[in-house]
């Protein structure tokens, strides 16, 4: 039993069906590895052993009874701690909610429940799911389980390390401008963030509403994509959920065999690419080649201007959706407090983080009087040429080809700078501008031993298309087959 928590989906639900271990033996070796190595790793903020093996059990009940509800039954997903699951902590890594519970379920995670899964912990992340490494939390530093002393990327980067540690066989998380993209890179997993408004954001703790998207890890694509069909589809409690046809992502996989004409943006391939990550990413594109796939170099001419737009934007959307954190209705409030007045202000300085009311003040200043305009107007007007930039791209090719991360996994602490750490996000921001799907696939792994990750860019609701694009590749090579060796807590 001690290689079930490494298992993918596909495996561990057949072994499930032929009867060969039940869902409380699976979700036994989960909790024994979170145990034994989560003191070091530290992907999560907190799991109710209890409530987990009660799962498991009704879920071995329904089997049983012949009403298992689908290829999740019985599977542990661990949740991101911006995703509200009744009765647990949502804390989104926040000393402002240290202390909060959910009085309800997130469509995603009612969505995971109606397809049998077992609601699993609470994922570490960027306090709000703002940075890139995870270490904005306000209770601890997660770390890449490949490379204890490096990062795991971020916002997600809970989810990401959990998943590649063994914590859990699938995890949720959200991405706004790369927050699950870039960790699965870092961390040697697969990471999709589907097209805005396939999943809905009912129940997720809003950091930037227009930008903001659940989305799955797994060890395989395949994983990814059964694991979207349980959380995909239209949602009336939120207004920007799509009404569109939910297909059958897992047989579509096998049925989409192209070649396709696959489009490499001569933007994504400059300065500041690490060469290892370039040349895995090369190889990629190679492997394409060799498997007739037209490859087409492609301009997304707006893309120097990305990082300056979203930062805009996403700091303008945050400073009003974190202004409900008051101090008065719920939250941290603060004791030193001498009237109403001072207990806002109290509350908000006790309760952020330094990179939360970095982005807080300048999302208030964007959107101040007199600088509207200037700022946060053209912001949108550019974010329009950025999406037409990618729609002008997929007259000629079906799908882009990036790399994921400029660089590998870098060590906790290095990028201090503000800016710096921004700059982690340059080939995934661009596709929350957009509103498209993007998926990160393992391609490789750098001469220290870190893995590197791929880009799949999709057009708006071809997930079906870019899974299979990706299963293609993955198919080809073993890189799903590696795992990190995590000592057991000392």
Not at 27 to 50: L, P
Not at 68 to 92: C, F, N, Y
Request: glycine share 10%; charged share 20%; hydrophobic share 40%.
């Amino acid at each position: 039993m001690s290689d079930l928590f490494f298992q993918p989906v596909t495996e561990l639900a057949a072994r499930l069906d032929a009867k060969e271990i039940s869902s409380v033996e699976l979700m036994q070796a989960v909790i024994a590895r979170t145990k034994a190595v989560d003191g070091r790793v530290k992907a999560f903020n907190s799991f109710d052993e209890a409530d987990a093996l009660a799962q498991a059990a009704a879920s071995d009940a329904r089997r049983a009874a012949g009403q298992a509800r689908g290829p999740l039954e019985g599977i542990p997903v661990g949740m991101k701690d911006v995703i509200s699951v009744a009765g647990q902590p949502l804390t989104a890594s926040s000393k402002m909610l240290a202390n909060f519970v959910s009085p309800y379920d997130a469509t995603a995670t009612l969505n995971l429940r109606r397809a049998g899964a077992i609601c699993w912990g609470r994922l570490n992340l960027d306090e709000f799911a703002m940075g890139s490494s995870t270490e904005n939390s306000a209770f601890r530093t997660t770390c890449n389980p490949w490379d204890l002393t490096r990062v795991p990327g971020g916002s997600s980067g809970g989810s990401a390390a959990a998943l590649a540690a063994g914590e859990a066989i699938v995890t949720l998380g959200s991405d706004t401008g790369g927050s699950i993209r870039q960790p699965a890179a870092l961390c040697g997993v697969v990471g999709l963030k589907p097209t805005y408004g396939l999943v809905s954001r009912y129940g997720l703790i809003a950091f930037a509403s227009s930008l903001d998207q659940i989305g799955p890890f797994g060890r395989t694509v395949e994983d990814v994509a059964i694991t979207l069909g349980a959380i995909a589809g239209h949602d009336p409690l939120d207004s920007t959920s799509f009404n569109t046809a939910i297909p059958d992502y897992r047989a579509e996989l096998s049925k989409r065999k192209g070649p396709w004409r696959i489009g490499i943006p001569k933007e994504y391939f400059g300065a500041g690419l690490d060469p290892e990550v370039g040349a895995a990413v090369e190889q990629a594109i190679a492997f394409y080649r060799a498997r007739g796939c037209e490859i087409k170099e492609v301009s997304l001419p707006h893309t120097e201007y990305g990082v300056g737009v979203y930062y805009i934007i996403a700091t303008a959307e945050c400073s009003s959706n974190l202004a409900r954190y008051d101090g008065i209705r719920y939250g941290h409030r603060s004791k030193q407090a001498k009237d109403v007045v001072d207990l806002y202000f109290q509350s908000r300085a006790e309760g952020f983080g330094a990179e939360v009311k970095r982005r807080i003040i300048l999302g208030t200043y964007v959107l101040s009087s007199g600088y509207y305009d200037a700022f946060y107007l053209r912001a949108q007007k550019v974010r329009t040429l950025i999406r037409r930039d990618f729609l002008n791209a997929y007259r000629e090719v079906d799908v882009l080809l990036t790399p994921t991360s400029p660089t590998p996994a870098f060590k906790a602490g290095a990028k201090a700078d503000p800016l710096a750490m921004y700059l982690c996000d340059v080939y995934t921001i661009g596709v929350n501008l957009a509103g498209l799907p993007g998926i990160s696939v393992p391609c490789g792994f750098s001469s220290g031993g870190l893995p590197i990750g791929m880009q799949l860019i999709g057009q708006p609701f071809q997930e079906a298309e870019l899974l299979a694009i990706a299963h293609a590749y993955e198919q080809a090579h073993d890189w799903k087959a590696r795992h990190p060796v995590v000592a057991s807590n000392g």
